[in-house]
């Protein structure tokens, strides 16, 4: 039966996912991911017969994939028509375009996780659903890993605390849906530190053990892991830095071992899995990197934290701004228990080195986001990982308080999870506009000059409704910013009235996400004294506005 329980989480996650997965709008990033998939889904048909897909080769009309300076001519049927050239660089660069200057610099992982989830799911299914079924599908194997790594150890009310943490958490939820990079990189950083467990057990130190070798088929795993988590996101190519840290505190000869092994198997599992870095494995790399430690001079991005505009990278977020944003999106009973367990980690730093190596790992995530001039835009996304440490923190937390207390607090987990899965449905549609009770939820949280919104995950199905049924016909609708993800929807029929600037036609009305700290002038003049037609909120805040267009301006 113990061993069932990790599948019943797994599949109850999925469940929950799935089913709330249409309520979610569309984010700014998903656009651009759906065009990087329908590529490489392109490659592989062509893989599979070239003669044929050369025959009815057709790029593109409108491109989901936003065009940079190095954009070339789109390919032509004599440069697919044969299995050899797809694998040239030119065919390689357009069919995979990742892992290189702005705005292709992340890794192709996330959306190989993506084709693979378009292809266990339904062609019934909109594409959207389909390419988030992947990062859904990771994300709940994610919960039942953790749930059976704390079962296996401490018993069933610790493990389902800690798979709750992880699930319930309502911006880790929210971002856990998305056809984006974020969840599936942490669901991936926290499957390393579980696996790395796994591969120096059994006590996390080979003192008191006559073996002194890891268990090798969890190196493996965590050499895969790692190499996943490199092909995701620049991010984790500073993931082995905590692990490096704590072999080096405990003298662990298993961690060492673990790594050095870890190492080369997550080097080939980069490489296998990044098509961009084939024709160049050096220069690709080098390329990578560079384009990955510039962004302070290709995407400089405005932030509002408490009360203060602050032009990231090239400014700096106070030191302190990812402990308050800690605090503020935490619900209250997680972070009690994640509190409860950091402070086990350290008094039982000895005897249960699992704890440090978790607390490492949160101060690491916690510091590399507040180090100066490192992107801090989008909440708790760029440290997002962060928050699946937490999850194991308050295990650890569980752990502590049922062996101080007894069997009676199971009660109390319960009533933390209810919290947490309260947190999640009230904020349903919008789960990433979540604050903490502690800072009085969004309305407070606003108050006290934090984003309301920032991914374009207010535009709900209510708000498209709206206008598709208000907008005369052959008019227009502008947005403030324009991520590919409107020429999805338009796409899809799902918003009828025309988007692209360049196409004929009168605009009749002008859509803008309440995100201070990226309003342009005539935005925040607009929210000042304009008279919106139709208001998307949550809590009394407005999160998405929609103006009659002749306001603009006024």
Known sequence: MARAWPLGIVVATLTLMVATEPYLAIVWDEGYTLGRES????????????????????????DLVQPDRLTQPPL????????????????????????????HGHPPFYAIVGVLGDVLTPGSWPPLARARFGPMLAFSLTAGALFGFANRRWGFWPALLGAGAWVLQPRLFG????????????????????????????????????????????????????????????????????????????????????????????????????????VDPVGGVDRFLRSSLSRGRTIPIPVLFLGQVVQTPNQSLPWYN??????????????????????????????????????????FLLTLRALPHTPGHDGVRQFLPAFGCLALAA???????????????????????????????????VPLSYYSPLVGGLPGATSLGMEPTYYWDALT??????????????????????????????????????????????????????????????????????????????????????????????
């Open 461 to 554: 199905d209510d708000a498209l409704d709206w206008l598709n049924q208000n907008t005369p016909q052959g008019a227009k609708v502008r947005f403030s910013t324009f991520p590919t993800s409107w020429l999805y929807l338009r796409e899809t029929g799902r918003l009828q009235p025309e988007v692209l600037p360049n196409r004929p036609g009168p605009i009749a009305w002008y859509v803008v996400q309440n995100r201070p700290g990226a309003l342009l002038a005539e935005d925040r003049a607009l929210l000042a004294r304009g008279r919106p037609s139709y208001v998307v909120s949550k809590w009394g805040v407005p999160l998405v506005l929609i103006y009659p267009y002749n306001e603009l301006g006024r």
């Open 39 to 62: 590529r490489i889904k392109g490659w592989f048909q062509a893989l599979r017969d070239p003669g044929r897909f050369a025959a009815t080769w057709q790029p593109p009309t409108i």
């Open 175 to 278: 971002h856990g849906h998305y056809a984006t990079y974020d969840a599936l990189l942490t669901s991936l950083w926290v499957g390393t530190i579980l696996a790395f467990a796994r591969a120096v057990e059994p006590k996390l130190t080979p003192s008191d053990d006559p073996n002194p070798n890891p268990q090798w088929i969890w190196v493996v795993v965590f050499g895969v892991l790692v190499g996943w988590a490199a092909d995701t996101k620049f991010t984790a190519w500073l993931l082995p830095v905590p692990f490096l840290a704590w072999t080096v505190l405990y003298r662990s000869r298993r961690g060492l071992q673990t790594l050095a092994v870890g190492a080369l198997v997550g080097l080939v599992t980069l490489y296998a899995f990044n098509p961009a870095f084939w």
């Open 395 to 429: 295990t650890l937390g569980a752990v502590d308080v049922w062996e101080r207390w007894g069997t009676w607090v199971k009660y109390a987990f319960l009533g933390v999870l209810v919290e947490a899965g309260l947190g999640v449905a009230l904020m349903m549609p």
């Open 76 to 103: 032509r049927a004599e440069e697919v028509n044969t299995r050899a050239k797809l694998f040239e660089p030119r065919a390689l660069a357009w069919f995979w375009p990742f892992a290189r200057e702005e705005p």
């Open 322 to 363: 990812t402990l308050v944003w800690t605090l503020f999106v935490t619900p209250v009973g997680l972070l009690i228990f994640a509190i409860f367990g950091m402070i086990r980690g350290i008094r039982r730093r000895k005897t249960e080195p699992f704890g440090v190596l978790v607390l490492i790992h949160w101060a």
